[in-house]
T-cell receptor, first 115, second 113 residues
């Protein structure tokens, strides 16, 4: 079975705190893709990052960083020095290889950053 | 280049009514799909298509119908709306042969009363 679990339903932090959103996935495929999307209060889905299963390099983009570890089937997302504008629901998703582009989403983590 | 366009943005239906949610993309993507978003459940796949004339069921297909007569359009039909279909619906598209993300429409908030 293929599955994505985001165990943290809601997280609340104060501005400038660092916060890590957890994502654990299950798949038997050797080739797959992992994604993070952001859903701000306006409701649209904003793409943040894509990783394929053969690329375990961690990535940093400004205040955002991602830690991909195949050994623990995790793809965690860290926001450094959080800001109020980071308040949103964040989704982790798994895309199996060669299955029509379909995405398997986690339940989402609602992040609230308070001033 | 409009990306993925969904219409309408909001809709209220009475139980038993039928309607079609429209989705169009102008990026020549092979893959298109429909998801519904419910609180605490993330997005769940309803139906998807790998190309014109080819569709398949996702995780929650019951009560929905799709067809794909062109590369650009992938409408979702609710045959007889039920309150359990109250949800936010997203259409997405992506390339089949390029290593890129899926692009999403703005969503349709549907309420069935």
């Amino acid at each position: 079975a293929q599955k994505v679990t985001q165990a943290q339903t809601e997280i609340s932090v104060v501005e400038k705190e660092d916060v890590t959103l957890d994502c654990v996935y299950e798949t038997r495929d050797t080739t797959y893709y992992l994604f993070w999307y952001k859903q701000p209060p306006s409701g649209e889905l904003v793409f943040l990052i894509r990783r394929n299963s053969f690329d375990e390099q961690n990535e940093i983009s400004g205040r955002y960083s991602w830690n991909f570890q195949k050994s623990t089937s995790s793809f965690n997302f860290t926001i450094t020095a959080s800001q109020v504008v980071d308040s949103a629901v964040y989704f982790c998703a798994l895309r199996p290889y060669n299955q029509g582009g379909k995405l398997i989403f986690g339940q989402g983590t609602e992040l609230s950053v308070k001033p | 280049n409009a990306g993925v366009t969904q219409t309408p943005k909001f809709q209220v239906l009475k139980t038993g009514q039928s309607m079609t949610l429209q989705c169009a993309q102008d990026m020549n993507h092979e893959y298109m799909s429909w998801y519904r978003q419910d609180p605490g459940m993330g997005l769940r796949l309803i139906h998807y298509s790998v190309g014109a004339g080819i569709t398949d069921q996702g995780e929650v297909p019951n009560g929905y119908n799709v067809s794909r007569s062109t590369t650009e359009d992938f409408p979702l039909r609710l045959l007889s709306a039920a309150p359990s279909q109250t949800s936010v619906y997203f259409c997405a598209s992506s390339y089949a042969y390029r290593d890129t993300e899926a692009f999403f429409g703005q969503g349709t908030r549907l309420t069935v009363v």
